[in-house]
């Protein structure tokens, strides 16, 4: 990575081992490092490997390992169809989003490049939502512009043209259009930036050479030009993408989650689409069970390790284009 | 084929309808901050807020016993700042010894972080949850900003930065007598402040917005994040909804003026952060 060119490295390849500048430079090294590593390990190396042996014993209410169970907690979490229904639940989810969003934002980028006028403020209008939480959009999606009653936004539009209103939040399919928009509304900016970023790398002569021999400029130079050279960006944004969806939690939980009068009634939407992260909340919360939450979690790594496996087989992850 | 004017003015149509989509979100909520539980339930409102009752649902908002939204302002703040202020100090270090400090093993250190930033968050989510329940920290700010502290994504952005950076300036703070510590300090911090503000402000935004974590770590009413308190709202016995929109519009202040104030350099950072991730 470019080490060649340090001066420092070099230097110290050429010098004697361990003069007094080195062990300077050793110690400098430790202290700045130090506190990045020692955090790494407390609260990453250390719980995976504790973690690791936990879901191997029975161990709800305590970490204990007194009742060793081998590998009960993984048949007893992939033989209960609510955490194989999270799964493929998330897996259809990731299958629907991530594409919808690359294709989006991509769409978003190539559009705000094509116009001349007001280029840096359509850019920032699409930017903004980031600054927002998923928390804040799910209220506004619940409460506003998705609600279920006449009220809300869509239902109101609709009312005007003598539609019926629709139960955007409580009822499938209709709950996935919630879910995906209010994702892509928060997302897209920042893929977006992502892809503009990248555009500006391609060299301008490619699209004068283009010119010249008589492509027109929009799709084709899209298609042969601006696409394969997005290639890296590309696969960056696919990965990011299906490890974000992966991890989806904050829009389930506050848009399909519980209100108290749901509750009271038993009809808690959440159960409609239960994400892996809010079945092992619920794991974590109403059991108590670190065993078997852990088990959950090593299973969802794995999922995801196969699919991002399967994601860069089929981009070809590590070819290089660029000759 | 389309003339050039018409695909012109095709896309300036596209784009400005878009415009308006990404942005009704934020009027909709602004304008269910101002208005009455009423005017919001009538589907015969309009869409300008009329009557307003700003001061009303302010004073309602800040006198609500159940959710304080005042107090996951300051424990935002407090989580939030401390995160993203010790997170790029830790992560500015080490990026700087791994791409500017000889070291026997610097190399290891650097695969090290590169393999923990590979781990994905749903992994370590329960694990976590047990180290900080042993170290005591459930309802504690500690326990909710200890365990993101880490940024290894920072650290590596940075160690590509000091890696284009330029020698002869670290040369001329040697012979000056400066130490590792002093080049870093005096030299390097405050020259790299191109990628020390876009990730300062990612980080920032992350930690502000995030809410898995405070909700989990941070159950009791005295630690809610301004987010978990949001989401309380979701759940009351009684859902008043100008409370819930105002809570929402003060809750995105804070990351909007940051945002709107320094996104010229946010926008250059992740671009010259995603060219290179």
């Known amino acids: 990575m470019g080490s060649e060119?340090?001066?420092?490295?070099?230097?110290?390849?050429?010098?004697k081992p361990m003069n007094?500048?080195?062990?300077?430079?050793?110690?400098?090294?430790?202290a700045l490092i130090a506190p990045l590593i020692v955090g790494l390990m407390v609260f990453m190396v250390i719980p995976i490997v504790w973690g690791f042996i936990v879901s191997f014993f029975d161990a709800r209410f305590t970490f204990d390992l007194k009742t060793f169970v081998g590998v009960g907690n993984y048949i007893r979490l992939l033989s209960d169809p609510q955490f194989i229904r999270s799964l493929k639940l998330i897996s259809f989810f990731a299958l629907f989003i991530v594409p919808?969003?690359?294709?989006?934002?991509?769409g978003l980028a190539v559009l705000v490049n094509s116009v001349n006028k007001?280029?840096?403020?359509?850019?920032?209008?699409?930017?903004?939502?980031?600054?927002?939480?998923?928390?804040?959009?799910?209220?506004?999606?619940?409460?506003?512009?998705?609600?279920?009653?006449?009220?809300?936004l869509i239902n109101a539009v609709m009312r005007f043209f003598g539609i019926p209103p629709i139960a955007w939040t409580t009822s499938s399919p209709w709950v996935w259009v919630t879910l995906v928009t209010v994702r892509l509304w928060l997302q897209c900016g920042l893929y977006m930036i992502l892809f503009i970023g990248a555009m500006q790398e391609i060299p301008q002569e490619l699209y004068d050479a283009a010119s010249v021999d008589g492509a027109e400029s929009g799709w084709v130079t899209f298609r042969y030009i601006t696409f394969p050279l997005l290639r890296n960006t590309s696969i960056f944004v696919l990965l990011m993408n299906?490890?974000?969806?992966?991890?989806?939690?904050?829009?389930?939980?506050?848009?399909?989650?519980?209100?108290?009068?749901a509750m009271q009634t038993g009809g808690v939407s959440l159960w409609m689409a239960r994400p892996p992260l809010v079945y092992l909340y619920t794991a974590l919360f109403s059991g108590r069970d670190y065993g078997g939450g852990v088990a959950g979690s090593f299973i969802i790594t794995l999922l995801i390790v196969f699919v991002a496996l399967v994601q860069g087989r089929i981009l070809g992850f590590g070819r290089s284009i660029r000759a | 084929m389309l003339s050039r004017r018409i695909r012109t003015i095709f896309r300036y149509l596209l784009i400005i309808i878009l415009t308006l989509f990404f942005l009704i979100p934020f009027y909709i909520m602004v304008r269910n901050a101002v208005i009455s539980?009423?005017?919001?339930?009538?589907?015969?409102?309009?869409?300008?807020?009329?009557?307003?009752?700003?001061?009303?649902?302010?004073?309602?908002?800040?006198?609500?016993?159940?959710?304080?939204?005042?107090?996951?302002?300051?424990?935002?703040?407090?989580?939030?700042v401390t995160s993203t202020f010790f997170g790029i100090l830790f992560a500015i270090m080490a990026g700087y010894a791994?791409?500017?400090?000889?070291?026997?093993?610097?190399?290891?250190?650097?695969?090290?972080?590169?393999?923990?930033?590979?781990?994905?968050?749903?992994?370590?989510?329960?694990?976590?949850?047990?180290?900080?329940?042993?170290?005591?920290?459930?309802?504690?700010?500690q326990g909710i900003i200890f365990p993101g502290l880490f940024d290894t994504f920072s650290a590596i952005m940075f160690r590509q930065f000091f890696l284009d950076f330029p020698g002869e300036l670290e040369e001329s703070g040697r012979i000056d007598?400066?130490?590792?510590?002093?080049?870093?300090?005096?030299?390097?911090?405050?020259?790299?402040?191109?990628?020390?503000?876009?990730?300062?402000?990612?980080?920032?935004?992350?930690?502000?917005?995030?809410?898995?974590?405070?909700?989990?770590?941070?159950?009791?009413?005295?630690?809610?994040?301004?987010?978990?308190?949001?989401?309380?709202?979701?759940?009351?016995?009684?859902?008043?909804?100008?409370?819930?929109?105002?809570?929402?519009?003060?809750?995105?202040?804070?990351?909007?003026?940051?945002?709107?104030?320094?996104?010229?350099?946010?926008?250059?950072?992740?671009?010259?952060?995603?060219?290179k991730g």
């Open chain 1, 5 to 15: 060119q340090n001066p420092a490295l070099v230097r110290s390849k050429i010098r």
């Open chain 1, 20 to 30: 007094r500048s080195q062990r300077e430079a050793s110690w400098a090294f430790i």
């Open chain 1, 100 to 106: 919808t969003t690359y294709a989006f934002s991509l």
């Open chain 1, 118 to 152: 007001g280029r840096g403020f359509f850019r920032s209008v699409f930017f903004i939502p980031t600054a927002c939480s998923y928390v804040l959009a799910s209220i506004i999606w619940r409460m506003s512009l998705f609600n279920d009653m006449y009220f809300g």
């Open chain 1, 242 to 261: 299906m490890i974000h969806a992966f991890r989806a939690f904050d829009e389930f939980y506050n848009i399909l989650g519980g209100t108290y009068a």
């Open chain 2, 37 to 80: 539980d009423m005017q919001i339930l009538s589907p015969d409102a309009g869409w300008f807020p009329w009557p307003m009752q700003i001061r009303e649902n302010l004073t309602e908002l800040f006198s609500n016993i159940d959710v304080s939204i005042l107090n996951g302002l300051r424990n935002s703040t407090i989580v939030a």
């Open chain 2, 98 to 141: 791994l791409a500017r400090i000889p070291f026997r093993w610097r190399e290891q250190f650097f695969f090290f972080i590169l393999a923990t930033m590979m781990i994905p968050p749903v992994t370590i989510f329960i694990p976590t949850y047990m180290v900080v329940f042993k170290l005591k920290m459930i309802n504690t700010f």
């Open chain 2, 177 to 275: 007598g400066l130490s590792y510590f002093g080049i870093f300090w005096r030299l390097a911090l405050p020259n790299s402040l191109n990628i020390l503000v876009p990730l300062t402000v990612i980080m920032f935004l992350g930690s502000w917005n995030s809410f898995l974590w405070p909700l989990v770590v941070g159950q009791d009413p005295t630690k809610w994040t301004v987010q978990v308190a949001l989401s309380v709202f979701l759940t009351a016995q009684r859902i008043i909804l100008h409370e819930v929109f105002m809570g929402g519009v003060i809750a995105l202040l804070p990351t909007l003026v940051v945002f709107l104030i320094l996104q010229r350099y946010i926008t250059r950072g992740i671009m010259l952060s995603g060219i």
